[in-house]
């Protein structure tokens, strides 16, 4: 274990509180019994103090810059305030109270306040350049190199390397960016509340009792208690759209939901779009590139427009041709029941669902009772072992946040302490929504071995009556998913603590997360770890193989909604600003140019593209989510390819290559390391199912 923490400044015995005393907990954890939340402030303030200085004192130095007193030294600073944020994060998303609620709105205004001065701070950036441009002849070692690098592009990016007059234009339109933003996310939530459809007693043939009853839920919200309605949030209208019978009352929903944003009143997106990609571009330019495509990707592992294109047609041209005959099979299936139209968008998901009930047959309601917790947790560790030698060994002595929450000591091959592992599975009012993985402290090695704890959390459902909890298919994907970032962050081996673990591109972080989820669907893996939770007997051999059969049935239609938008996303932000001037046509013109089958619409037409409008995380970065699925099943092809997907060679290679090496080493050359060649998207294609001969109706 590491003293580096107790090393800081700020942590002294003699203080009351927890935060800022040394942990003499199991582990060094957090002692998560003591810590109260009138604690985070006062320990926030002294953390930020205390990096404020360490930076001062990189800022102010009289000697000329070198690795060690810039860039080592900007590694160095802040552990306090890594330390407070981590555990207050944490509270914040698993176990929140309104207290602590109250807090994080003071402590983001504070986090921005303070981090603003750090990454546009001219002299600091002045330093790193210095290094940054004579880093061949510093005789630095790749981690160091890449560490060099990246620190440069973060600082440059962020526009440290502007006069003051661009640096004021850069902040005004940040401002405006932000409030455009949140003004597309408002018109569409707008949108979205002055639209519903009542459906009266005889509108409900087809809809199961579940959608109803969720449907007189959406009335009573809206003060309509008696009656049933439709909204245009997906999850009410693709159900809709699925399973009624009654086409006009699809078509009339399904306009209404990709009409959002759309519909010429006050919640209109158009001219929202048009200036955001205008302001987009400017800062581009401001910055020294091309296009904001250019901009956003020359920091991610695509690195250029050019290869996202490459990517997303080579996907598109196979799923586009697999949807049109998927297309002809369910037109063929309305000519059997006697219908005398063309299929229609609103007429998809209805006979698409039909033609799936007919070929898989499966409901996942069968499966469950062989996924429970427990097993699946068991699964997932016995795959870390066999891929990397690990054992997990649960502990009951350390603290926790919450009564739920389960500890295990991770140990290497040797027998070696390697990490912490907090397993956090149940759902809670006090915790946010969704599955994540996180960390208490990060892997690092330059002041000493820091073993790191990392942290999942999910919302399954706990099991009641005695019943252990069950897990549904995509439950136990997901638990599986996020155990990959965790092993991720738990196999690190690097020694600069920013380059640790899961601190990589977009989009290549889904790598280890996706591609452990290809264990879980393994034969091999359920055979052994999927049985009865009442009657032990393993999963049936006939359940199992529908089981792996239905998880390839309509991809093409999910591949060609999603590779569309992705498109749409790298045009708008490729292409000149003045282009897209009208956001429709736009549209309909790119649309045309690659094909897009009518029956099919983009899975978010830009007036509803929350993800590349609301804010700019995703903007022109939309395909990262397939980016890192054809590197997920290209990657578990090297396992397949020799014949054993515990393959001691190619896990080797995938420990050193890909889970142990963090962010220090180029994300492409990680990969080749790992694959002896770039990815290749058929393996994608092959588990899509979209280069088999499509079946007849
Ligand atoms: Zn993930």
Known sequence: MSDSLSSSAALSASSDNPLLKPWTTPFETPPFAE????????????????????????????????????VTALERAGKLLDRVAAVFYDLVSAHSNPAIL???????????????PISMNAVLFGRIKALYDKRAGLGLTSEQMRLLERKYT??????????????????????????????????????????????????????????????????????????????????????????????????????????????????????????????????????????????????????????VRGLLERVWKP????????????????????GNFKLEAWDWRFYAEKLRQRRANFDDAAIKPYLSLDNMIAASFDTATKLFGVTFAERKDVPVWHPDVRVWEVKDANGQHKALFYGDYFARPSKRSGAWMTSLRDQQKLDGAVAPVILNICNFAKGTDGQPSLLSPDDARTLFHEFGHGLHGMMSNVTY???????????FVELPSQLYEHWQE???????FATHYQTGEPLPDELLKRFIAARKFGQSFATVEFVSSALIDLEFHTQPASASADVAAFEKKELEKIGMPAEISLRHRPTQFGHIFSGDHYASGYYSYMWSEVMDADAFGAFEEAGNIFDPVVSKRLLDDIYSSGGSVDPEQAYIAFRGRPPAPDALLRRRGLLEEPEAA
């Open 35 to 70: 810590i109260q939340p009138e604690h985070f402030l006062p320990a926030f303030e002294q953390a930020f103090a205390d990096h404020t200085a360490e930076i001062a004192a990189i800022v102010g130095n009289p000697a000329a810059p070198d690795f060690d007193n810039t």
């Open 102 to 116: 109250e807090i994080d709105k003071e402590v983001s205004l504070r986090m921005a306040q303070h981090w603003n």
């Open 154 to 307: 973060r600082f440059h990016r962020s526009g440290a390397g502007l006069d003051e007059a661009a640096k004021a234009r850069m902040a005004e339109i940040n401002e405006r960016l932000a409030f455009l933003g949140t003004s597309f996310s408002h018109h569409l939530l707008g949108d979205e509340q002055d639209w519903f459809m009542e459906i009266g007693e005889d509108d409900t043939d087809g809809l199961p009792e579940s959608f109803v009853a969720a449907a007189k839920a959406a009335a009573e919200e809206r003060g309509l208690a008696g009656k049933a309605i439709i909204t245009t949030s997906r999850s009410s209208v693709e159900p809709f759209l699925k399973s009624s019978t009654r086409r006009d009352l699809r078509e009339k929903a399904y306009k209404a939901f990709t009409s959002r944003g759309d519909k010429g009143n006050a919640n209109d997106n158009n001219a929202t779009i048009v200036e955001i990609l205008k302001l987009r571009e400017e800062t581009a330019k401001l910055l020294g590139f091309p296009t904001f495509a250019a901009y956003r990707l020359e920091d991610s592992m695509a690195k250029t427009p050019e290869a």
């Open 319 to 338: 799923a586009r041709a697999r949807a049109l005959a998927d297309r002809d099979a369910l037109q063929a299936l309305i000519a059997e029941e006697g």
């Open 497 to 507: 603590p920013s380059l640790s673990g899961t601190s990589v591109f977009t989009d």
């Open 522 to 528: 393994q034969p091999q893996v359920l055979r052994q």
